[in-house]
């Protein structure tokens, strides 16, 4: 056998092949290279060094402590540069690993796998169906999240209301409450911090067995107003009751409980007072005593004076003369300008919520009770409370806003309803017609007879812009101003009233007043006289 100079192997430098030969010098008498005719290189006595067969051969012994260099795929010699050709190589593609069936219980140790076509099959399409339904998965969650909690809400809502019914309920049906904390409840309303805010002083409470009722004075819906007499002690004093029905809502009620706890904060002496309440014992309704006024509301004194109705002036009150609607109106603005002071937004000021009592002394009230009398003069919009329209500003009808300056415009509906004789403001209109009118900016034309300063009031208080009407303290100042001046020295004085001569019933106008009798044509055009020659 020849030994021969080992050729130079690709992937390494002479350096390397030149220390690898050095190191195989040791060992040649155990290791061979033997060069066959087919282009193999047979290297034996590979044994102690194995790195002598490259890095694609590998060493193998055999049992009678030989070695050599095979390729470990199919055992042939490598090729002269130690290579093996015919090796297998795994393809890049990855492939899904089969799935690995555990063995029953009657084998042990086996292992059954899926075709490779049909496992790569089943797993895209299991991977498909999770995909495709990753979104119809998210959806009913989600939807399922978002029913309980509207349910949970729900069941919050309603398990809250009740507790406060029942809380309130027994707030009322109990004992007597502290009426120094005031009689509202902090959940019954929501207090505005830019108007009054007050305490509230001691209210007296007085015993259902010191009030005897005398008569009737009025009756709505909810409640009744009587004349009574109050017996504390040895003195006595007429009163007036107002007494809530068994019937009543309990927004009726509440709107009661309301006007006592506002009534009692107020000391003027054109503000009705309170003297005391009854509270609610078992069945039994509360009751709320005030200061009696023997003539009732304004509206009815005026009406009374008007030359349109036939009824006569009330007993005991004098006729109204324009210093008497003038000396009205003074009491009006005195009484608006100290609420105005404590940030007191009254929002149903007109001629029915003021009391007239004895030498024409007016106070404003809020019964509560005239929303129930003066239907007509209220009406509902979008499904709200009772609401006095023709009385309302702008901002109040369309946005619901209440505050100082739509006072303001209310107490200029109050003077034309003065000078008018209670008449109904926007007269032979209807609510809705009302409504229309006040979005159209159409306003009130002053009343017949009215002192011109008294109409630039009026226009004052019925400014667009909230912002530029007259305060309070101004109309006051210049009413108090023209006391005493001749109110009539500016205005015509009214023509004579002509005869009638139609004795028929329609003689009369809308306003009650006479029709003018009907008069004969003239012939303005006459021919003129023939000349004579």
Known sequence: MERRRMPRRRGLSSAEIRAELSATTESTQQSEIILPINGNA??????????????????????????????????????????????????????????????????????????????????????????????????????????????????????????????????????????????????????????????????????????????????????????????????????AIKVLKESASREAEEDFMREVDIMSTFGHRNILSLKGVVLREGNNSPWMVFEYMPYGDLAEVLRSNSRQFSRSTKPGLQPLTQESLHWITIQIAAGMTYLSGQRFVHRDLACRNCLVGSDLVVKIADFGMSRDVYTCDYYKI?????????????????????????????????????????????????????????FQGIMLIPPEGCPPFVCQLMRECWKTDPKDRIKFSEILERLEKAKGKSIQQDTLPRPPQGPVTIRTPDVLDPDGYLLPAPTKPHEYLQTLPALSD
Not at 44 to 50: A, H
Not at 110 to 118: D, I, K, M, N, Q
Not at 393 to 398: F, G, I, N, Q, R
């Open 42 to 239: 047979v290297i034996t006595g590979c044994k102690d060094r194995p790195q002598i067969c490259g890095k694609e051969a590998a060493c193998r012994s055999f049992t009678d402590n030989t070695s050599k260099c095979v390729c470990p795929h199919d055992l042939s010699p490598p090729t002269t540069d130690l290579k093996c050709p015919n090796r297998l190589i795994v393809p890049l593609t990855p492939r899904p690993i089969p799935n690995i069936i555990p063995p029953n219980g009657n084998s042990t140790n086996s292992t059954t796998a899926l075709p490779e076509a049909e496992q790569y099959f089943h797993t895209v399409q299991q991977v498909e169906r999770v995909r495709l339904r990753v979104p119809e998965i998210v959806g009913i969650a989600v939807a399922f999240v978002a029913v309980l909690a509207i349910l949970l809400s729900i069941v919050y809502c309603v398990k809250k209301r009740s507790y406060n019914v029942k809380s309130q309920r027994n707030s009322l049906d109990g004992t007597p409450m502290n009426l120094k904390k005031g009689l509202l409840l902090a959940n019954k309303y929501t207090p505005n911090p830019q108007y009054f805010s007050c305490a509230s002083p001691e209210v007296p409470i007085l015993q259902r067995e010191s009030l005897v009722f005398l008569e009737d004075i009025g009756e709505g819906c909810f409640g009744k107003v009587y004349k009574g007499e109050s017996c504390v002690g040895d003195s006595k004093e007429i009163v």
């Open 382 to 438: 979008g499904g709200s409370r009772l609401l006095p329209v023709r009385w309302m500003s702008p901002e109040s009808v369309m946005y619901g806003r209440f505050t100082l300056e739509s006072d303001v415009w209310s107490f200029g509906v109050v003077l034309w309803e003065v000078y008018s004789f209670g008449k109904q403001p926007y007269y032979g209109h209807n609510n809705e017609e009302v409504v229309k009118l006040i």
